[in-house]
């Protein structure tokens, strides 16, 4: 069993209290034994990120006192060379221990952005992958993911209130046809919808169907997943899987 969690975020007037606010969730978190928890796509005030280290440095420090997993998040990284955006892996020893680069920049992003080419897979209490925001709508990235072994996904996000029924749908389609749970972070504002979700699937006489948990205003929460139930499962899905053209 591993137990992983979500924060939805609401919009504070800067940085450090955005930052505050989240922090004293991680914390509710890590004390009800949460391995990994995940946070939105650009939640902070300029949404760029200049030193890391620095940014997060409480998050690496609640990292290290609980042995948690935390993803705070993607965010804008400018360099000489050129702009990404990316989520960073704080690992359970308090540092990083990779990212993950967007691969699809969504609409004005695609002017000044460098794609990612590589799915990664992270592995601390399970091993998981990260499907950043606009990615979850190209089924190739979540299978490619899977295929590579990832266990869970994790999919910080920033969704508009016009965009959550396609994006949950999205989401929900993702989970059902790789055979993964999936937990999707949102921001919650008068622009951006929240509605975060915890995707668990449940079978029934052989058909698959998802098991929905949504986030309403600034709140973590956390769900125990015992991740190896779903293996039998995909091994059979993808078995059945022809290829045509």
């Known amino acids: 069993m591993v137990k992983l ?11 450090q209290k955005r930052i505050f606010n989240v ?3 991680l914390k509710k978190l890590g004390e009800k034994d949460t ?9 902070l005030k300029k949404n760029e990120i200049k030193d890391f280290d620095v940014e997060f440095s409480d998050f690496k420090k609640i990292a290290k006192e609980f042995s948690m997993t935390i993803i705070p998040g993607a965010f804008y990284e400018i360099t ?13 020893k308090g540092e990083f221990v990779g990212r993950q680069e967007k691969i699809h920049p969504f609409d004005y992003e695609k002017n000044n952005v460098k794609p990612g080419n590589e799915a990664k897979i992270f592995n601390t209490a399970c091993k998981f992958g990260v499907v950043i925001c606009y990615d979850m709508v190209f089924p190739n990235v979540a ?10 996904l994790f999919s910080p996000s920033r969704i508009v209130r016009r965009g959550i029924e396609p994006w949950q749908m999205y989401v ?7 055979r993964i749970p999936i937990l999707a972070a949102n921001v919650e504002n008068r622009r951006f ?4 979700l915890i995707i668990d699937l449940t079978e029934n006489n052989k058909v698959v169907t998802t098991k929905v948990m949504k986030l309403n205003g600034e709140c973590g929460t956390s769900k125990e997943f015992d991740l190896d139930k779903y293996e039998k499962n995909r091994k059979v899905r993808f078995s059945d899987s022809n290829k045509f053209q």
């Open 5 to 15: 969690g979500l924060i939805q975020t609401t919009l504070q007037s800067t940085n």
């Open 23 to 25: 922090s004293k969730i």
């Open 35 to 43: 391995e990994i928890v995940c946070l939105p796509e650009q939640w």
């Open 80 to 92: 000489k060379k050129h702009t990404s955006i990316i989520a960073p892996i704080i690992g359970p």
């Open 143 to 152: 299978n490619t993911l899977v295929k590579k072994g990832a266990q869970v």
């Open 172 to 178: 929900q389609v993702r989970a059902l046809e790789n």
């Open 193 to 196: 919808g929240g509605n975060s």
